[in-house]
């Protein structure tokens, strides 16, 4: 398992650092470099409008749809939402789950994102019972937390860890 670091997200040329695990940890438990000034739509908003760049940067499939909130009934027992769904040009899928820690208490970062990892499996779940395949599964945020690494450390969760900081990404997990 190991992290990376990509710095300028619209240069042509994608710079890429690979961190063994102590360095990766050392990275999470940095104080966060650039907080968004915004909310959790507005931050949303701010990745969709780089979606692209940041798949090219994770080397996943040109993005030829993208789109927000889509509404997913199941079985008239619930509905999901997920916040971002790409499809790729080789078909594939890629759902983020967006969050941002709330200004007013930020110690709830960590618990919004272990939240996040469950609407991930089922929004996974839901996916591959429609489309037939896994589709991959990220949760991004403006500060990966370590506690949050600590439940994946020893698990093969399927999810992604990304951490995207004004015109950098940080992934400290690969979940695909």
């Given at each position: 398992?190991?992290?990376?670091?990509?710095?300028?997200?619209?240069d042509?040329?994608i710079?890429?650092?690979?961190?063994?695990?102590?360095?990766?940890?050392?990275?999470?438990?940095?104080p966060?470099?650039?907080?968004?000034?915004?909310?959790?739509?507005?931050?949303?908003?701010?990745?969709?409008?780089?979606?692209?760049?940041?798949?090219?940067?994770?080397?996943?499939?040109?993005?030829?749809?993208?789109?927000?909130?889509?509404m997913i009934?199941?079985?008239k027992?619930?509905?999901?939402?997920?916040?971002i769904?790409?499809?790729?040009?080789?078909?594939?899928?890629?759902?983020f789950?967006?969050?941002?820690?709330?200004?007013?208490?930020?110690?709830?970062?960590?618990?919004?994102?272990?939240?996040?990892?469950?609407?991930?499996?089922?929004y996974?779940?839901?996916?591959?019972?429609?489309?037939?395949?896994?589709?991959?599964?990220?949760?991004?945020?403006?500060?990966i937390?370590?506690?949050?690494?600590c439940?994946?450390?020893?698990?093969?969760?399927?999810?992604?860890l990304?951490?995207?900081?004004?015109?950098?990404?940080?992934?400290?997990?690969?979940?695909?």
């Amino acid at each position: 398992m190991k992290g990376w670091a990509r710095d300028g997200l619209t240069d042509k040329e994608i710079a890429t650092e690979y961190l063994g695990m102590d360095e990766t940890i050392e990275e999470l438990r940095r104080p966060q470099d650039f907080e968004f000034m915004g909310n959790e739509r507005q931050f949303e908003d701010n990745i969709f409008e780089h979606i692209e760049d940041i798949c090219a940067g994770l080397h996943l499939p040109r993005v030829i749809v993208k789109q927000r909130q889509v509404m997913i009934p199941i079985e008239k027992q619930f509905t999901i939402r997920p916040d971002i769904v790409v499809r790729h040009e080789d078909y594939s899928c890629t759902i983020f789950e967006v969050k941002k820690a709330n200004d007013k208490y930020p110690s709830t970062g960590t618990s919004n994102q272990m939240n996040a990892v469950g609407q991930l499996l089922l929004y996974g779940n839901v996916f591959e019972a429609i489309i037939k395949t896994k589709p991959r599964l990220a949760l991004i945020d403006n500060k990966i937390y370590y506690r949050t690494m600590c439940a994946f450390m020893g698990n093969k969760l399927p999810i992604t860890l990304i951490d995207f900081q004004k015109d950098r990404v940080f992934v400290p997990y690969f979940g695909w």
